[in-house]
């Protein structure tokens, strides 16, 4: 069990350090078929606004040489028509769901809270900043959520403004610091040669990030988690993002190429997985063999002990 937030009367554990990241596993279950929510930690939802919003017109995906920059204008049906469409939903998925709002200004912020405090399903906010918000406007907000909310508050950093503003988020009640944000970037589009603004995905922002995580570790209150987010694309990706000071990761494009990566990914920083016995043929097993496999394919009933630790996964 891994506690992601920090420590005190409402606190969210979670049973594997990997979580499905805002915008990548839209309101629920629609990776649910794909990959077991059992193995992960938490789903955080698409963003959610408090009022609706529409969605963006034209261009929504340009491919990158290393990734893509989305543009979709955050559609959704606002707060108050998710929690009633969704809330039942979220209650009976195997993890805990984590609602992303977007912290448009303080009333919403506060209303949101409120809102999400009284509905059952719903384990944790995170609530996402947008860039060049400022120090003062960041507090501002996050005292919104936190004041008026008795579950955890995860803050997600923007990325450009992440430095300035993370100490104060963290001493303004933010239960946890997700670092960070998908940039923002400008690509031209190919099929209309047209300049497109959205955010930029791929495991190019690994490098960058990681070493966000291990600096905001140092100068942060060590109460206050860190969850690396971008750009996570193998195992040894969320590795280091444990190993530079963060609790858990976020995945988020991987899960729309890769799904069924990012639960071996889960296994493996949990070690669920089994390594290649030297004496295994090569149908015997596979790099994605878990625990209940393994056992099968030794004629062992599936129970919860572990296999030798010979072949176990480097914990």
Not at 78 to 103: D, F, M, S
Not at 121 to 134: F, T, V
Not at 284 to 290: A, N, R
Not at 310 to 315: D, F, I, K, P
């Amino acid at each position: 069990m891994i506690d992601i937030t920090r420590s005190g009367k409402y606190v969210l554990t979670v049973n594997s350090p990997v979580l499905l990241a805002a915008g990548s596993a839209g309101f629920g279950a629609a990776y649910a078929n794909l990959v077991s929510y059992q193995r992960l930690g938490a789903l955080v939802t698409n963003p959610i606004t408090y009022e609706p919003w529409s969605p963006t017109r034209g261009t929504r995906v340009v491919p990158l040489d290393a990734g893509a920059l989305v543009h979709t204008g955050l559609p959704n049906p606002g707060l108050r028509h998710a929690v009633k469409e969704y809330a039942r939903a979220w209650e009976a998925l195997p993890l805990p769901v984590i609602v992303h709002l977007v912290a448009t200004n303080r009333q919403q912020v506060r209303a949101g809270a409120e809102l999400i405090n009284e509905t059952q399903g719903i384990a944790a906010l995170e609530l996402g900043l947008n860039d060049d918000i400022g120090r003062q406007k960041a507090v501002e907000l996050v005292r919104a959520a936190s004041d008026h909310l008795d579950k955890p508050v995860l803050v997600r950093l923007p990325m450009m403004d992440a430095y300035e503003i993370a100490e104060a988020c963290a001493d303004n009640g933010a239960g946890a610091l997700v670092v960070c944000a998908p940039p923002r970037g400008t690509a031209r589009d190919p099929h209309s040669q047209r300049l497109i603004q959205g955010r930029v995905y791929g495991p190019l922002l690994q490098p960058l990030i990681l070493r966000m995580v291990g600096v905001l570790r140092r100068r942060v209150d060590p109460e206050v988690p860190i969850i690396g987010a971008g750009g996570i694309h193998k195992p040894q990706d969320a590795r280091d993002y444990l190993d530079a000071g963060a609790v858990a990761v976020q995945i988020d494009s991987l899960l729309w190429i890769q799904p069924k990566l990012a639960e071996r990914i889960a296994r493996d920083l949990t070690g669920g997985l089994v390594t290649r016995p030297s004496d295994a043929y090569a149908d015997e097993w596979h790099p994605d063999m878990g625990d209940t496999e393994w056992r099968a394919n030794q004629g062992s009933p599936a129970q919860d002990d572990e296999p030798p630790q010979e072949t176990r996964a480097r914990r």
